[in-house]
């Protein structure tokens, strides 16, 4: 099962930066793109699995606390953007032509119900930075205004945002929990456009990239075959199109294959 082709190859761009970084503020750390950071648009759909994948791998290791993940995130962020927060949150993808914004029920802080813009766009711009005119990053992508801001070099996201989101996947994927929150609970809005020219083209827009990681989720979870597979060494969940596969590497499978050995070995001793 391939989203990409699902959704007939035409997907309206997301942007990552070449290079993440922590940045300290009073109310928490937040992953922003670097000063010298380039950013690059691409389709997240191509690598829609994977990406899942890696996110709830992350979020079993930090709900099992096996490892400080912090690191990682950055190297997840450089691989495929930020969430995307800011702009899907809101319930008018266009909300920088109104006053005020209307927030739903969210696991990320902010009190449902009206909030001013300002007051809004500050949780992702600590260092009070908004795009210029010549920030245009997301209408190069097909996007609204507002994703201007979300593309641009000051936009930040909490740190334990990105954590806690990709703890939520995994305790979704692993225990079938879906309560108000989870992804398989909460609403996204899936648009699309027209594309102009001789060969019109029916174009997605995803609303961030956690929708695209909650679209997968779900969509793995409704499979007839495993998507994703839980490695039987290590337990890490991994992405193999393989219907075979049972190791996220050949180190795993050589570790299991040594060790049942053994175990043999001790029964006929």
Known sequence: MNLNEQY???????????????RQFPDGVRVMPAADA??????????????LAEAMELGRQRRQDLADIDEAVLRFAERYGLLGIA????????????????????SYGF??????????????????ILPGPEDTLGTAAGREESYNLVFSRGYGERLSWIKDYFAGLERVYSHRDSDSSSPLTRPH???????????????????????VLDLALAQSLCAEEPVLRV???????????????????????????VRAWRSRQRENV
């Open 87 to 106: 702009a899907d949150l809101p319930s008018d993808p266009d909300f920088l032509r109104s006053r005020e914004i209307l927030l739903p029920e969210n």
């Open 231 to 257: 490695c039987k060494n290590c337990g890490k969940i991994y992405y193999n199109p393989h219907a075979r596969s049972e190791f996220c590497s050949v180190r795993c499978r050589n570790q299991y294959n």
């Open 189 to 211: 809005t899936l648009r699309y456009q027209v594309t102009s020219g001789v060969q019109p083209r029916l174009q997605w827009i995803f609303p961030s990239l956690e929708s």
């Open 111 to 128: 009190t449902p119900g009206t909030i001013p813009v300002g007051e809004y766009l500050d949780r992702f711009f600590p260092e009070g």
């Open 8 to 22: 007939a190859g035409a997907c309206a761009s997301w942007v990552r930066y070449s290079r993440y970084e922590f």
């Open 38 to 51: 380039v950013p690059l648009l691409y389709n997240p759909l191509e690598t829609a699995w994977e990406m």
